[in-house]
Nanobody, 124 residues
Framework: QVQLVESGGGLVQAGDSLRLSCTASGRTFSNYAVGWFRQAPEKEREFVAVISRSGRALYYEDSVKGRFTISRDNAKNTVFLQMNSLKPEDTAVYYC?????????????????WGQGTQVTVSS
């Protein structure tokens, strides 16, 4: 069992930056690939980015490429999502999720554990 807690969300203006954190407890965190997803009101939860067990970024959703950076610190059981040049369309609840297979695919169904989410609101 892995428990995930997201933090770092908030209300910012377009063009600002935020850094989200996903902190894990429970089983060895470095055994899991970790992904970030987001869900805007009345929309499906969508993939944002995923990082391998060792810290290699595997995939980014096209709309965040060049603006968002995923990283991890296994010693601190934490994965980060640095979000720069934020846009109003980035407004959503952001979730992190852990994939025990380690493959880190950009598909919701392969993730075993999910956090409760953190709200990001970007005003224009």
């Amino acid at each position: 069992q892995v428990q995930l807690v997201e933090s770092g969300g908030g209300l910012v203006q377009a063009g600002d930056s935020l850094r989200l954190s996903c902190t894990a407890s429970g089983r060895t965190f470095s055994n899991y690939a970790v992904g970030w997803f987001r869900q805007a009101p009345e929309k499906e939860r969508e993939f944002v980015a995923v990082i391998s067990r060792s810290g290699r970024a595997l995939y980014y959703e096209d709309s965040v490429k060049g603006r968002f950076t995923i990283s991890r610190d296994n010693a601190k059981n934490t994965v980060f999502l640095q979000m720069n040049s934020l846009k109003p369309e980035d407004t959503a609840v952001y979730y992190c999720a852990a994939d025990s297979t380690g493959l880190g695919r950009p598909v919701r169904g392969v993730y075993d554990y999910w956090g409760q989410g953190t709200q990001v609101t970007v005003s224009s």
